[in-house]
C-alpha cells in the first residue's frame, strides 16, 4: 500500500500523469523531446490553481505587493548586469570515448560514468539560451531567453515606484516563463529547460533585510501548507557560505521530500542591495528610493522567494498520490486540495434514459456556474468513482430515477467515500461549505446519510 510519497515511485507518478492527461512528453508524436513536457486537459488546470493561489495570496491579499508581466527577451544589458553573462555557467565535461557530456561537479568517479572512458578537462557552459533579434545573426544582434523572471523586476523598478507611489517595504510579484539549458535534467518535470517560476523580489530598507528574511520564510512555508502540502514533507535548508549564489548575504532552500529525496522546491534570498545597484551603474539611472523620514536616497535591500511552478505542481501530485484498500481491490486516488483539484465536482447520471439525463444535465448546468465541474455517463458508477478518485475529484453527485421523484441527489466523498442524500436546491451551498473545509459529516437542511452505490 502507498500512503505518501516516501513510498511512491517517480514512476507510478509519471504513468498517472500520462494515463489521465495531465502531463505529456513534448512533441511526443517525434519521439519527444528532452526535459520539455507538455501540460494537458487536467494538467493545466493543476497549473492554473496553482498559479491563482500563489496569485491570490502574494499578490491580491496584501497592501504591500504588485505584480508585473515582463518580456521574456530583454535588452542583452540586464543579463551582463546582473553577472548572468559572466557567471551563470555550469562546469562540463566529456567522455572522450561515448562523448556524452557531465556535469563535473555532479561526478562522484574520474571516468565516464557511462562507459569508463576518459573525461576531457572541465569546461564553463553558460546555461543561458541565446537567440538573435532580427535578421542578421550577428555578435549586436544576440539576445537571451531570461533564465530568470527577477530581472524584469529590477529593471522596471524605478517604473513601478512612480507609479505606484508605493513605500519602502514594498514587493513585486511576477509568474512567467525561464529557459535554461541545463546539462543536468530528468526527475520528470522536476529540472527541465523551460519552466514557470513564481518569483517576489521584496525592497526593504537596509538594515530590515533580517527581519523580512525571517518573515518570508515562515510565510512561504505556510504557503505550501496552505495548498495540502504536508508539513512533515517540507523542511528549510540554509546554504553554506560557499554554495551561495553570487548576489546572495544569505539563502535557503526550502526542500520538499521528493521520490528521490529531499529537493529544492523554493529558494528565498536576501539579495542585499546587489541588483539595483548593478542596473544603476550599467544604465546609468537612479535606482535609489528617497526616504521621506531622513530625508536620503537609499538603495533598499531584497528578499526573493523564487519558486518554481512545475515543482509545487510535481510535490502536490507525489504529496497527494494514494493507493488504498477498497474491497478486494486497491483504489488510486489523489487527495489534492480542493482548491488544486481540476474538477471541484463531476456529475454522474445513474442511467442514460432521458429523463434522467435531462435533470443530470440540469444539476450540471447550474454547478459549472460556480465549479470547475466534470459530466461522466461512460462505464459502471464504480469505474467512473475510480476515474474521478485518480484525478483528485473531491465530490461526486449521482442523480438515478429517485431524483425525479424527490428532488434529491446522492453527493459523495473522495476521501472518505461517504455518502449523503441532499435536496438539489441545497446542493450549489453544501458543496461551496465542503470545499471551503466543511466536515463531510455536517448535514445540510433536509439532508441524511446514505449508503448509496
Ligand atoms: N531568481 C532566483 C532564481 O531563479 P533559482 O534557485 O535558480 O533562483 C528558483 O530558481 C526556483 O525556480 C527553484 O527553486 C525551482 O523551483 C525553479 N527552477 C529553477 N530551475 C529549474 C528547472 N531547470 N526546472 C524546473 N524548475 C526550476
Not at 200 to 223: H, S
Not at 413 to 433: G, H, N, W
Amino acid at each position: 500500500m502507498e500512503d505518501n510519497n516516501n513510498k511512491v515511485s517517480m514512476d507510478k507518478i509519471v504513468s498517472l500523469a500520462r494515463r489521465r492527461g495531465f502531463i505529456f512528453p513534448s512533441s511526443e508524436i517525434y519521439g519527444g523531446l528532452s526535459s520539455c513536457w507538455d501540460y494537458g486537459p487536467l494538467g493545466v488546470e493543476v497549473k492554473r490553481n496553482v498559479k491563482n493561489a500563489w496569485w491570490q495570496a502574494m499578490i491580491h491579499n496584501r497592501d504591500d505587493m504588485v505584480g508585473l508581466d515582463t518580456s521574456i527577451i530583454m535588452h542583452p544589458k540586464v543579463w551582463e548586469a546582473s553577472g548572468h553573462v559572466s557567471g551563470f555557467s555550469d562546469p562540463l565535461v566529456d567522455c572522450m570515448d561515448c562523448k556524452q557530456r557531465f556535469r563535473a561537479d555532479h561526478l562522484t568517479t574520474e571516468n565516464c560514468p557511462n562507459c569508463g572512458g576518459k573525461l576531457t578537462q572541465p569546461r564553463q557552459f553558460n546555461l543561458m539560451f541565446k537567440t538573435y533579434i532580427g535578421p542578421v545573426e550577428d555578435q549586436a544582434s544576440i539576445a537571451y531567453l531570461r533564465p530568470e523572471t527577477a530581472q524584469g523586476i529590477f529593471v522596471n523598478f524605478a517604473n513601478v515606484l512612480n507609479t505606484t507611489r508605493k513605500k519602502l517595504p514594498f514587493g513585486i510579484g511576477q509568474i512567467g516563463k525561464s529557459f535554461r539549458n541545463e546539462i543536468t535534467t530528468g526527475n520528470f518535470i522536476f529540472r527541465s529547460r523551460e519552466f514557470e517560476q513564481m518569483e517576489i523580489e521584496f525592497f526593504v530598507k537596509p538594515g530590515d533585510d533580517e527581519t523580512w528574511f525571517k518573515f518570508w520564510l515562515e510565510e512561504r512555508l505556510n504557503w505550501f501548507t496552505s495548498i495540502g502540502i504536508r508539513k512533515e514533507n517540507l523542511k528549510l535548508r540554509q546554504h553554506r557560505k560557499d554554495e551561495l549564489a553570487h548576489y546572495a548575504k544569505d539563502c535557503y532552500d526550502i526542500e520538499y521530500l521528493f521520490p528521490m529525496g529531499w529537493s529544492e522546491l523554493e529558494g528565498i534570498a536576501n539579495r542585499a542591495d546587489f541588483d539595483l545597484k548593478q542596473h544603476a551603474a550599467h544604465s546609468g539611472n537612479d535606482l535609489t528610493f528617497f526616504d521621506e523620514e531622513s530625508k536620503t536616497h537609499v538603495v533598499p535591500y531584497v528578499i526573493e522567494p523564487s519558486s518554481g511552478v512545475d515543482r509545487t505542481v510535481l510535490a502536490l501530485l507525489c504529496d497527494a498520490y494514494c493507493e488504498e484498500p477498497d474491497k478486494d481491490e486497491i483504489r488510486t486516488v489523489l487527495k489534492l486540495h480542493p482548491s488544486i483539484a481540476p474538477y471541484k465536482v463531476a456529475v454522474l447520471p445513474l442511467s442514460r434514459k432521458e429523463p434522467v439525463v435531462d435533470c443530470a444535465r440540469k444539476v450540471y448546468s447550474a454547478l459549472r456556474k460556480s465549479f470547475s465541474t466534470s459530466y461522466d455517463d461512460a462505464q459502471s458508477i464504480g469505474r467512473r468513482y475510480r476515474r474521478q478518485d485518480e484525478i483528485g475529484t473531491p465530490y461526486c453527485v449521482t442523480i438515478d430515477f429517485d431524483s425525479l421523484e424527490d428532488n434529491s441527489v446522492t453527493l459523495r466523498d473522495r476521501d472518505s467515500m461517504r455518502q449523503l442524500r441532499l435536496p438539489i436546491d441545497k446542493l450549489c451551498s453544501t458543496l461551496a461549505a465542503k470545499l471551503n473545509g466543511e466536515s463531510f459529516e455536517v448535514l445540510p437542511a433536509g439532508g441524511k446519510h446514505w449508503l448509496g452505490f
